[in-house]
């Protein structure tokens, strides 16, 4: 069974930089048929997608955000991790980390959540 | 990007109920579409994929049907833990998904 646990503070200050790891158990980043990615929700936007990492290393992110938002993959833990740079109040958000199927075209595995608020 | 409207934006219903909630894509997703279920204070999981393609270990009484722009989740027989909120999501683009904006099912 996949699991996922999202980590990082719960607070960040205004201008500065999110920064959550996601650890992944039961699964391999290293597995051709899957990708992995990060969602946010708010209860005005609702659900956003940030963005998705592939094991290629080919990358998509969400062009709201791009310009903010880095991504990378650390095999040897097993780990992948978001960054968000220059944050404001918008982006004050449950942060989700996920699994994405190939094979099924969807998002099969998601982590407990993560609530992040900017302010000072 | 693609938009995902879904209507209505909350129902009621009973335990045994069947409910059926609609979500259209702003242009053709072909059968690009997955459903999600999401608890309070949960994480969303997937109920259906690829339109119509029951996700495993979900009840069979969840099922979905559609393609193009217009899809539908129907849920038979409504159970006590059926009460949640459902989220449809397209994956047709792959640079820029996009979910709709949920439907929750209330008693």
């Known amino acids: 069974q996949v699991q996922l646990q999202e980590s990082g503070p719960g607070q960040v200050k205004p201008s500065e930089t999110l920064s959550l790891t996601c650890t992944v158990s039961?699964?391999?980043?290293?597995?051709?048929?899957?990708?992995w990615g990060w969602i946010r929700q708010t209860p005005g936007k609702g659900l956003e997608w940030i963005g998705a990492?592939?094991?290629?290393?080919?990358?998509y992110f969400n062009p709201s955000i791009q310009s903010r938002v880095s991504a990378s993959l650390d095999t040897s833990k097993n780990q992948f991790s978001l960054r968000l740079t220059s944050v404001t109040a918008a982006d004050t958000a449950m942060y989700f980390c996920?699994?994405?199927?190939?094979?099924?075209?969807?998002?099969?595995?998601w982590g407990q959540g993560v609530l992040v608020t900017v302010s000072s | 990007d693609i938009q995902m409207t879904q209507s209505p934006t909350s129902l009621s219903a009973s335990v045994g109920d069947t409910v059926t909630i609609t979500c259209r894509a702003s242009q053709t997703i072909s059968s690009f579409l997955n459903w999600y279920q999401q608890r309070p204070g949960k994480a969303p999981t997937l109920v259906i994929y690829?339109?119509?393609s029951l996700q495993s270990g979900v009840p069979s009484r969840f099922s979905g049907s559609g393609s193009g722009t217009e899809f539908t989740l129907t849920i038979s027989s409504l159970q006590p833990e059926d009460f949640a909120t459902y989220f449809c999501?397209?994956?047709?683009?792959?640079?820029?998904?996009?979910f709709g904006q949920g439907t929750k099912v209330e008693i």
């Open positions: 999501q397209q994956s047709y683009s792959t640079s820029m998904y996009t």
């Open positions: 996920l699994r994405g199927s190939y094979k099924l075209g969807a998002f099969d595995y």
């Open positions: 990492i592939y094991y290629s290393g080919n990358k």
């Open positions: 039961g699964g391999s980043l290293s597995d051709s048929n899957s990708f």
């Open positions: 690829a339109a119509s």
